[in-house]
């Protein structure tokens, strides 16, 4: 069965009583950014379709939308509600970079229109953080290898190849490892605009 999908544009123009959002990445992507309007939030790793139809009392002729950061955890997502007999799924195309490419209403720590406040310091963002371990492991790998043993620069290309895999695929493994670290830890509050499952 093919994944049914839904442009931001479109989504931007519809009446929020009549569907469902879901957005389905981690609990640290949700608290950088997140849309500014009724959603709800249970990340990939823990999504029971059955279960989360049951506690957010939805019938299966509720539409859903699912949203991540480009749309393939969404469809990932989709596949899991389909299996179970779901059929009134669509991932939102681009996920939310393109919904807020298009202009809809963000909020969180990373949203251009946050409140600053003195008294909260927040992680640096995910995908900047990836940036940074990549380039030391390659910087440590090439170091390693001029002046210990030449076969540390396995390392580099080891980080090498998973970037390009994360860019062909769209999914980077150390992204996912580094939401596990301490530092990445999100509170459990939630905010007024949407309800969080997770």
């Not at 997140?34 to 049951?54: E, G, S, T, Y």
Request: charged share 20%; proline share 6%.
């Amino acid at each position: 069965m093919s994944i049914s999908t839904i442009s931001p544009e479109i989504l931007r123009h519809l009446d929020p009583g009549k569907y469902l959002i879901l957005d389905v990445r981690t609990p640290m992507e949700h608290a950088e950014k997140r849309l500014k309007r009724p959603h709800q939030h249970v990340p990939l790793d823990v999504l029971n379709p059955v279960d989360f139809m049951i506690k957010s009392a939805e019938n299966s002729t509720t539409k859903i939308y699912l949203l991540c950061r480009t749309g393939q955890r969404s469809k990932v997502a989709a596949e899991k509600f389909l299996v179970h007999g779901y059929d009134n799924i669509f991932v939102i195309e681009g996920g939310i970079v393109a919904c807020e490419t298009c202009g809809h209403d963000m909020e969180g720590y990373n949203s251009p229109n946050r409140l600053i406040t003195e008294s909260k310091t927040y992680p640096i963002p995910l995908e900047r953080q990836v940036r940074i371990a990549a380039g030391a492991f390659v910087a440590i790998g090439v170091v390693l290898s001029l002046l210990v043993n030449i076969w540390f620069c396995l390392i580099s290309l080891f980080v090498g190849c998973g970037l390009i895999f994360s860019g062909v695929t769209d999914r980077c493994g150390m992204a996912l490892i580094l939401t596990k670290a301490p530092w990445n830890k999100v509170a459990k509050s939630i905010p007024d605009t949407h309800v969080s499952t997770s």
